[in-house]
């Protein structure tokens, strides 16, 4: 019988890597797109040209297709922040020791918010630069995008819902959230993205929502990222695997594993897009609409470096597990 699944993994195999699946990325953007303001909208769908209704859900996987390129290659770190803690007991970011010489999630969009409100860049590396973000800012919510071991659980097999070869990376990232939306087109997503804008405007997010863009602040992008991955690596301990990585391995993770993510699953699927979405309006006010309002480049700006090492990390002997990524290419073993 045809079995779409295999067709999936095929498929994914072939194309490389997916991070939350294509449906976690386009619900990520639609819930963003709900929360832009009508300027930065305006400003977000001439970067891409696109004026569809679709203008973040249609780039907003790619990212993983780019890497799975040669010519795009060099960015597959940049969609992970390795933390090296020691789960289930204890988790924990510390940028200095995580990110690595090559980059991370978190300097990559330090790097991708100063290039994209900058204004002196080609509109290629500005759309670039926009697309990089909507997609990081999705990845940076999933727990094991967050998680050094077992290069972030993509060598953890697992059997989920009958699959027995599955890892724990990709059942997070892809196959949970398609169990529970039945889908995986823009459509699904931008079915769930609306139950989960229900939840953030008047269900249980409401009270929550705020707290979630908290001391966000674009002039301070990689404590700001560094926050958010910390947040999402604390789910490590406490709902990825509270029991450790054996406890995972004892038998199907359907049905009792997964009602444990599920929710854990949709509050950063919605946290993801409500703080995309505050993180462009914040870029769109302070870079875009003042330098059109001042007409020109501000010159202090003139001496700011865009190649965006300043934000990296000073430089550290490499780690095991730091080894053990780049020896696998940043991604064999993935499909993130
Ligand atoms: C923008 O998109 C339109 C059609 O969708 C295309 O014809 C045009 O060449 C694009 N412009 C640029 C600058 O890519
Ligand atoms: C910043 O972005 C540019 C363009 O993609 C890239 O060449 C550069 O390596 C990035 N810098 C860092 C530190 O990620």
């Keep these: 019988m045809f079995d779409p699944r ?56 790619w990212a993983d297709s780019y890497r799975a390129t040669t010519a795009g290659k060099w960015s597959a770190p940049l969609h992970f922040i390795d933390a090296e803690d020691s789960p289930p007991t204890n988790c924990n970011v510390d940028y200095a020791r995580d990110c690595g010489s090559t980059g991370c999630s978190v300097s990559a969009i ?13 509109a290629a590396n500005t759309a670039e630069a926009l697309k990089f973000l909507v997609h990081f800012l999705g990845d ?22 009958g699959y027995s070869s599955d890892n724990l ?3 997070w990232d892809t196959y ?17 993205a609306n139950e989960l804008i229900a939840s953030i405007d008047s269900g249980s997010y409401k009270s929550v929502a ?43 993770l359907y049905p009792d594993y997964y009602n444990s993510v599920i929710p854990t699953i949709e509050l950063q699927i919605a946290k993801g897009g409500y703080r995309l979405a505050n993180w462009l309006n914040s870029i769109y006010s302070a870079n875009i609409a003042k330098s059109k309002r001042d007409g020109e480049i501000m010159v202090s700006k003139k001496d700011v470096d865009l190649s965006g090492r ?14 053990k990524r780049a020896a696998a290419g ?6 993130h």
């Design 176 to 192: 949970i959230p398609q169990k529970l939306v039945g889908g995986s087109t823009l459509s699904d997503a931008q079915t769930w």
């Design 169 to 171: 990376h990709s059942d």
């Design 210 to 252: 705020p707290n979630w863009i908290k001391g966000d602040d674009i002039s301070n992008a990689v404590s700001s990222a560094t926050a958010w991955a910390s947040d999402a690596n604390a789910f490590v301990c406490s709902v990825v695997m509270p029991d450790g990585v054996a406890a995972l391995q004892q038998g199907d």
């Design 110 to 122: 330090a790097n991708y918010t100063q290039r994209v409100g900058d204004g002196r860049l080609s």
């Design 140 to 161: 940076i919510t999933q727990p094991l995008h967050d998680e050094a071991l077992d290069k972030g659980g993509n060598t953890i097999t697992v059997t989920f819902d």
């Design 330 to 335: 940043f991604g064999c073993n993935h499909r």
């Design 6 to 61: 295999s067709l999936l993994l095929t498929l994914a195999t072939l194309q490389g890597a997916q991070a939350w699946g294509s449906l976690g990325h386009a619900t990520v953007a639609y819930i963003a797109q709900n929360y832009l303001d009508d300027t930065t909208a305006a400003w977000a769908k001439g970067v891409l040209n696109d004026t569809s209704d679709s203008y973040l859900a249609n780039i907003a996987s």
């Design 310 to 323: 300043s934000f990296l990390p000073p430089p550290i002997p490499l780690s095991d597990a730091k080894r």
